[in-house]
């Protein structure tokens, strides 16, 4: 009987102890002397949390601690941004360099550190993609830094040769213009009802995703964001247009079904199929990493008859160099960060960096390398290189097609991609909440893809909305309240679209 | 010792269900923003209620749809485990591994499970033309009502998966009921169909409020719960207006309505006496009624003779004779 008491009190103790383990901080200090160039000298930790490939960061982490031996570098796999960065600030451990997803979240909750010092002094910023700089794309209207970019892929526009030559088209000139790459989804859908009927457009990008950026000329009005978006105002006039001709051509039969639908069943016989290895499809408005990830595996063109290559997503005028839009992510420092600096280099060194691409391909180019999945790496969500280094940009071709059928349509596609502008929701304040609270609940997508309604109904309202939503965040995250930066002119400039609202 | 062995549960209950209960309260009146260098509280008053119910269409939403649905579905989830449970407690073969059966949904749909087989439609009988229900019961009812029981319909095998425990609970229940009882009553030719409504149920009863109560808690905690979504997110929302203490205001709102199903279901369901009851009961009342009025005569009666005693001794009190003597 007293065993039994003694092993139950233990029990007891153990449980109530495992209760409250885990309140405790650990912290690291240290001497504060610094090396030639400002680095630490110190043994530290930083902690960097991400939405890569695991393998891949783990990897450039072991190159970054190769350069910076005193410096160990943790990372982690963000699930949800939101989720994860709110519990690590309410416990105490928060990571020292995080890239997101979603700006607002990370401004609104003061996550980001101001890293202006760092970047206006970093001589490898003048070898960036002009955008980035031009843009401020981590300034969020702001004359302060707080992000940079740490992952880039281009939107894509690709073409199944086979199909076009099936159908007895031309291929269209690499620099085509919004109205030829619309032409061509209409003459490439035909349906002799004789067989598997052929669609012009499969789409993972919406269109009018792409046509916010693609709108007009710059001359016309600079934008820089979705929506129409010119670092000032939204103007969602422009996006109207594209949705409503992406709605035209859905209720028109020009755009394949969709994966796991009674569509796609009915079309090729199995509700699972993707409509990029039909060898129906034409044009694919595609996501850049299903080139690498799924159409470049091996023989999985020729299993399907495929022939892709990509095109430069179009411009509505016939001007050469224009934006595309782009999924970006941004990635700062924390404001809780021990050693901002050190953290600044391994910010850099992950993402935006010369240094750092140059170990990045390294990785990439030994195919032996496989992630969890026994995937190769470069097959594994590969970003594209935002330094406009020669070196590095050679190396990184060269784990593209490079023979001499596919090599012109890669090289113009390349030369396209240097001035991308992130989604919205990346760069711009205000704009996930615009989307979360008013945008994406009158469902205007389905709407017009119905039928139901038209785009342009909705263009003054949302224009309103957008702005008003803009005005709010940049007073809410860089006002009094937030990082204070803003000057008194930009305030009152912020607070007039807020009174305005619904007068 | 009994305090020792139940002390890992108050500290739990302490640290995880009161603590949080009180901080939640606390938070619902303020706008909180968690940065990596301290929490930031900004009083807002009533301002989190009115951000909700003006600016978020779909709280008041899925807290209707959330009504009707859980009015719906646990009589019907009851109800289905019910009859499974008196299945399952007859004489039948392999028993042991239909009961297994029927309770291994509770151990393998929990949590992501569960996210997982819905995504892939396994919630779902696909031969159940969904869209006929709704149309036949369009022709009487509501278009409103009709949607929602055909929906039902169209979720069905996950109401069914929702059973497990109500089963194992209302298992119990009728191994608890006397046998003689059915004994007595086959004897004076009572039907099975009597005895279940005669004698099972009315024994069972509580099991039913119990089962009842446990599925309304179920079906309003469970990751399948939009609401429960809905502050979840709410809570690890970045955006300014939303966070922890949105995420309280909406919290402790679907409580009182979590509460107030919990009551309806209470007050249909709770403890209500038989005809037989009502009758002892009617006779007892009867009876001290009856014992009242006894004692007022008695008291009456003794009264009435101190008066003629008091009225005999001033003589003021006479017989007929004259002679004041008895």
């Known amino acids: 009987m007293k065993k039994k008491r003694i092993v139950a009190a233990l029990l007891t103790v153990a449980m109530a102890a495992t209760l409250l383990t885990g309140c405790g901080k650990s912290g690291n200090g240290g001497s504060g002397k610094v090396d030639e160039n400002g680095v630490t000298t110190d043994n530290i930790t930083l902690t960097y949390w991400h939405y890569e490939d695991e393998t891949t960061v783990e990897l450039m982490a072991e190159a970054f601690m190769k350069k910076y031996p005193n410096i160990t570098v943790e990372c982690k796999q963000i699930a949800d941004m939101s989720t994860d960065l709110s519990a690590a600030a309410a416990a105490g451990t928060f990571p020292d360099v995080f890239s997101g997803t979603d700006s607002d979240t990370a401004l609104a909750?003061?996550?980001?550190?101001?890293?202006?010092?760092?970047?206006?002094?970093?001589?490898?910023?003048?070898?960036?993609?002009?955008?980035?700089?031009?843009?401020?794309?981590?300034?969020?209207?702001?004359?302060?830094?707080?992000?940079?970019?740490?992952?880039?892929?281009?939107?894509?526009?690709?073409?199944?040769?086979?199909?076009?030559?099936?159908?007895?088209?031309?291929?269209?000139?690499?620099?085509?213009?919004?109205?030829?790459?619309?032409?061509?989804?209409?003459?490439?859908?035909?349906?002799?009802?004789?067989?598997?009927?052929?669609?012009?457009?499969?789409?993972?990008?919406?269109?009018?995703?792409?046509?916010?950026?693609?709108?007009?000329?710059?001359?016309?009005?600079?934008?820089?964001?979705?929506?129409?978006?010119?670092?000032?105002?939204?103007?969602?006039?422009?996006?109207?247009?594209?949705?409503?001709?992406?709605?035209?051509?859905?209720?028109?039969?020009?755009?394949?079904?969709?994966?796991?639908?009674?569509?796609?069943?009915?079309?090729?016989?199995?509700?699972?199929?993707?409509?990029?290895?039909?060898?129906?499809?034409?044009?694919?408005?595609?996501?850049?990493?299903?080139?690498?990830?799924?159409?470049?595996?091996?023989?999985?063109?020729?299993?399907?008859?495929?022939?892709?290559?990509?095109?430069?997503?179009?411009?509505?005028?016939?001007?050469?160099?224009?934006?595309?839009?782009?999924?970006?992510?941004?990635?700062?420092?924390?404001?809780?960060?021990?050693?901002?600096?050190?953290?600044?280099?391994?910010?850099?060194?992950?993402?935006?960096?010369?240094?750092?691409?140059?170990?990045?391909?390294?990785?990439?180019?030994?195919?032996?390398?496989?992630?969890?999945?026994?995937?190769?790496?470069?097959?594994?969500?590969?970003?594209?290189?935002?330094?406009?280094?020669?070196?590095?940009?050679?190396?990184?071709?060269?784990?593209?097609?490079?023979?001499?059928?596919?090599?012109?349509?890669?090289?113009?596609?390349?030369?396209?991609?240097?001035?991308?502008?992130?989604?919205?929701?990346?760069?711009?304040?205000?704009?996930?909440?615009?989307?979360?609270?008013?945008?994406?609940?009158?469902?205007?997508?389905?709407?017009?893809?119905?039928?139901?309604?038209?785009?342009?109904?909705?263009?003054?309202?949302?224009?309103?909305?957008?702005?008003?939503?803009?005005?709010?965040?940049?007073?809410?995250?860089?006002?009094?309240?937030?990082?204070?930066?803003?000057?008194?002119?930009?305030?009152?400039?912020?607070?007039?679209?807020?009174?305005?609202?619904?007068? | 010792m009994g305090y020792l062995f139940v002390l890992p549960w108050i500290i739990g209950t302490l640290i995880f269900v009161l603590i949080p209960l009180g901080q939640s309260f606390y938070y619902m009146w303020y706008n909180i923003r968690i940065t990596p260098l301290g929490t930031k509280f900004n009083f807002v008053g009533t301002g989190n209620f009115t951000q909700i119910w003006l600016e978020n269409p779909e709280f008041p939403q899925q807290l209707v749809t959330y009504i009707w649905q859980t009015i719906v579905e646990v009589p019907i989830i009851v109800v289905f485990a019910l009859i499974i449970a008196i299945m399952l407690n007859g004489k039948i073969k392999a028993k042991a591994f239909f009961r297994l059966i029927f309770f291994l949904p509770v151990i393998i749909v929990s949590g992501p499970v569960m996210n997982m087989l819905v995504s892939e439609g396994a919630s779902t009988i696909p031969a159940m033309n969904t869209q006929a229900v709704i149309s036949a019961l369009d022709a009487f009812l509501p278009t409103a009502v009709a949607t929602s029981i055909g929906e039902l319909f169209g979720n069905m095998i996950m109401i069914l998966w929702y059973s497990g425990v109500q089963i194992l609970i209302f298992l119990s229940a009728l191994q608890k009921v006397d046998p003689s009882l059915y004994e007595a009553a086959k004897m004076d030719g009572g039907s099975a169909w009597e005895c279940f409504w005669k004698i099972t149920l009315p024994t069972i009863k509580n099991f039913i409020l119990l089962n009842a109560v446990y599925t309304v808690i179920f079906l309003s905690s469970n990751e399948q719960?939009?609401?429960?979504?809905?502050?979840?997110?709410?809570?690890?929302?970045?955006?300014?207006?939303?966070?922890?203490?949105?995420?309280?205001?909406?919290?402790?709102?679907?409580?009182?309505?979590?509460?107030?199903?919990?009551?309806?279901?209470?007050?249909i369901l709770g403890n209500k006496r038989d005809v037989y009851d009502r009758m002892v009961a009617k006779r007892k009342r009867m009876l001290k009624r009856e014992a009242r009025l006894a004692k007022r005569i008695e008291r009456r009666g003794a009264r009435n003779v101190r008066k003629l005693e008091r009225a005999r001794r001033s003589h003021k009190y006479k017989t007929y004779d004259g002679s004041g003597d008895y």
Not at chain 1, 195 to 219: H, V
Not at chain 1, 350 to 375: C, F, H, P, Q
Request: hydrophobic share 40%.
């Open chain 2, 225 to 267: 719960n939009q609401l429960i979504n809905m502050i979840k997110n709410a809570m690890f929302s970045g955006t300014k207006e939303k966070g922890y203490g949105y995420a309280s205001a909406m919290a402790w709102m679907y409580s009182i309505v979590v509460t107030l199903i919990v009551l309806l279901f209470f007050l």
């Open chain 1, 109 to 503: 909750n003061m996550y980001w550190a101001d890293i202006t010092e760092y970047v206006e002094n970093d001589p490898d910023m003048d070898n960036m993609m002009v955008s980035i700089k031009n843009y401020g794309i981590g300034k969020f209207d702001t004359d302060h830094w707080y992000g940079l970019p740490t992952w880039y892929q281009p939107s894509a526009i690709f073409i199944d040769r086979n199909v076009i030559k099936k159908l007895n088209l031309e291929m269209p000139r690499t620099d085509w213009t919004w109205e030829e790459m619309i032409q061509l989804i209409k003459d490439a859908t035909v349906d002799d009802r004789s067989g598997m009927k052929y669609y012009g457009l499969g789409f993972y990008n919406r269109l009018d995703s792409l046509y916010g950026i693609a709108a007009c000329a710059t001359a016309e009005r600079a934008i820089k964001g979705e929506f129409g978006f010119d670092g000032n105002d939204f103007d969602l006039r422009y996006w109207a247009i594209g949705e409503q001709e992406f709605g035209d051509l859905q209720t028109g039969g020009y755009v394949a079904p969709k994966q796991d639908s009674q569509a796609m069943e009915d079309w090729s016989g199995d509700w699972g199929t993707w409509f990029g290895s039909t060898g129906h499809v034409a044009v694919f408005s595609e996501g850049f990493w299903s080139y690498q990830n799924i159409w470049a595996t091996d023989g999985y063109q020729e299993q399907y008859g495929l022939d892709i290559v990509p095109y430069v997503t179009p411009n509505v005028v016939d001007e050469k160099d224009h934006n595309i839009i782009a999924n970006m992510y941004i990635g700062g420092v924390s404001t809780s960060c021990e050693h901002p600096y050190e953290a600044y280099l391994l910010l850099k060194f992950m993402g935006i960096g010369t240094e750092g691409w140059k170990a990045r391909l390294d990785i990439y180019e030994d195919e032996s390398i496989t992630n969890a999945s026994g995937v190769a790496l470069k097959h594994s969500n590969m970003p594209v290189p935002m330094t406009l280094d020669t070196e590095v940009w050679d190396r990184y071709k060269a784990m593209f097609p490079t023979d001499a059928d596919h090599k012109p349509y890669w090289d113009d596609y390349f030369a396209s991609i240097t001035r991308p502008v992130p989604y919205g929701w990346y760069s711009i304040a205000g704009y996930w909440n615009f989307c979360d609270q008013y945008f994406n609940n009158i469902g205007i997508h389905e709407l017009v893809d119905a039928g139901q309604a038209k785009a342009a109904d909705y263009a003054a309202e949302a224009t309103e909305q957008a702005n008003y939503y803009h005005a709010e965040a940049m007073i809410s995250y860089f006002g009094p309240d937030g990082y204070d930066v803003l000057s008194d002119e930009d305030l009152a400039k912020y607070q007039a679209v807020v009174d305005s609202f619904g007068q």
